[in-house]
C-alpha cells in the first residue's frame, strides 16, 4: 500500500528530531531510511506506525488519512495494517516460537494457511525445526529471525523494520537481507527500513532517502543517490573518502592531489571536495599528469588493499583503495591518480 508523509517535524522538548520531512512509497516498494545515529530515522518510524502522537504534518497509508496533526486525528497501532521490527525484537519469553509465531494472527486470518507458511518460511531462514523450542533456547540471530517472521505473519500490507539485521554476523546478515527481501517481495509489502548500513541500503532498496539532523537531505534510487551525490555529506557515505575544503581560482581548484577545473562555481567560492578513496588510482612508475605520495601504510583487505598516503602538501591522510593485492613498503613512492569525474565538488 502506497504511504504519504506530509510536512512532519517532531521535537522531543527542545530536541527538535524531525524537521519538514516529506516522503511518498508507491505501493509495494521498499524505502531506507540512512542516516548517523540520532538523526531522526526511529521516530519517523514510530509515527508511521502511530506510536508517537504525530505533532505537526500529516500521514495517509492508501490514501486513507492516518493521522493528521491539525485535526487531532490520530489512528491508534492497530488499525494501521503495519508490520514492526525494532531493534528491541523482543519475543515472549514464557510462550515457545511457535506461539509466537503465531501470536499476531488474528480471527479473520487464515491460520492454517498461515502456519504453512510459517513453517517453509522458517526452513528457508535456517530455524528448521525450532517451532517448539524457547526463545532463550535460540542464539540472538535466531530470535532476530523469528521476531522478522512474526511481523511478518499476519501479511501486512506495510512493513516497518528498525535496524532489522543489526545482531546478525556479516555473512548471516547478507543471508537474512537476500531472504527477507524475497519475502517482502512475495507478499507485495510495502517497507521502510531502517540502516546506518550504506551497503545495506544501496543493496535493500528500490528508493533510499538519506537523513540528516532530521532532515531528508537526498532521496533517490539507489544508484542515483551513490553516483549523483547531492552533498559532500552523501557523497562521504559509501566507504573511506578522501575531503578537502579549498576555494575556487581562476576558474579552477588547486588540489594536493593535482588541478581540475571547475566552470560551475564563480571564483572565490568555497567549496568542499570529496575523493572516494575506491575512486583513487595508483601507479607504479611515474608519468605525467600523476602527483608522487609517500606511503605511509599498507591494509590488505582480500580482493582490495587500502593505502594511507601523504600527499606533499597536504596535513591529512590520502586514502586511497585498489582493486588487486598491492605490496609497497612505508616511506615508498606511488604516484597517484585521480580521474576528472571522481572528484565530487560542493560549495560549502
Ligand atoms: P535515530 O533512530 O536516527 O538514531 P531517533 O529518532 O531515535 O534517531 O532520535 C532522534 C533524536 O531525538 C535524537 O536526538 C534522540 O536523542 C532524540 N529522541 C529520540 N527519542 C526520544 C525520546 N523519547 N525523548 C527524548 N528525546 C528523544
Ligand atoms: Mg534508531
Not at 527542545?14 to 538523526?39: M, R, T
Not at 541500503?201 to 553516483?227: C, N, S, T
Request: with cysteine; net charge negative; glycine share 8%.
Amino acid at each position: 500500500m502506497s504511504i504519504s508523509l506530509n510536512n512532519i517535524s517532531h521535537s522531543y522538548g527542545q530536541q527538535k528530531a524531525l524537521i519538514d520531512v516529506d516522503l511518498q512509497l508507491q505501493a509495494g516498494e521498499i524505502v531506507a531510511l540512512l542516516g548517523p545515529s540520532g538523526c531522526g530515522k526511529t521516530t519517523l518510524l514510530r509515527l508511521i506506525a502511530g506510536l508517537e502522537p504525530l505533532q505537526q504534518g500529516d500521514i495517509s497509508i492508501a490514501g486513507l488519512a492516518m493521522a493528521v496533526a491539525s485535526e487531532g486525528l490520530q489512528t491508534p497501532p492497530e488499525k494501521r495494517g503495519i508490520g514492526m521490527m525494532f531493534q528491541d525484537y523482543a519475543l515472549f519469553p514464557h510462550m515457545t516460537v511457535g506461539k509466537n509465531l503465531e501470536y499476531g494472527l488474528a480471527k479473520h486470518h487464515d491460520v492454517d494457511e498461515r502456519r504453512a507458511w510459517l513453517q517453509q518460511a522458517m526452513d528457508k531462514m535456517g530455524l528448521k525445526d525450532m517451532w517448539d523450542r524457547y526463545p532463550h533456547t535460540l542464539s540472538g540471530g535466531q530470535q532476530q529471525r523469528v521476531a522478522l517472521l512474526r511481523a511478518l505473519a499476519p501479511k501486512p500490507c506495510i512493513m516497518l523494520l528498525d535496524e532489522p539485521f543489526s545482531a546478525l554476523d556479516e555473512h548471516l546478515r547478507q543471508q537474512v537481507r537476500e531472504d527477507t527481501l524475497d519475502l517482502l517481495k512475495s507478499i507485495g509489502a510495502s517497507a521502510v527500513m531502517v540502516t546506518h548500513d550504506p551497503l545495506e541500503a544501496l543493496f535493500m532498496a528500490d528508493k533510499v532517502v538519506v537523513m540528516d539532523h532530521g532532515h531528508i537531505v537526498q532521496q533517490g534510487a539507489p544508484h542515483e543517490i551513490y553516483a549523483s551525490p547531492a552533498s559532500a555529506f552523501v557523497a562521504a557515505l559509501f566507504g573511506p573518502s578522501n575531503q578537502f575544503e579549498l576555494q575556487v581560482v581562476e576558474q579552477g581548484l588547486v588540489t594536493p592531489f593535482g588541478n581540475i577545473k571547475q566552470h560551475q562555481l564563480a571564483d572565490d567560492t568555497n567549496c568542499k571536495v570529496i575523493v572516494r578513496a575506491k575512486d583513487v588510482r595508483l601507479h607504479q612508475l611515474e608519468a605525467p599528469g600523476l602527483v608522487a605520495a609517500e606511503v605511509i601504510s599498507v591494509h590488505p583487505m582480500g580482493n582490495e588493499t587500502h593505502f594511507r598516503l601523504r600527499l606533499p602538501g597536504a596535513q591529512q591522510v590520502f586514502q586511497a583503495r585498489v582493486r588487486d593485492h598491492w605490496q609497497a613498503q612505508a616511506g615508498a613512492t606511488v604516484w597517484v591518480e585521480v580521474p576528472n569525474d571522481a572528484a565530487f565538488v560542493f560549495a560549502a
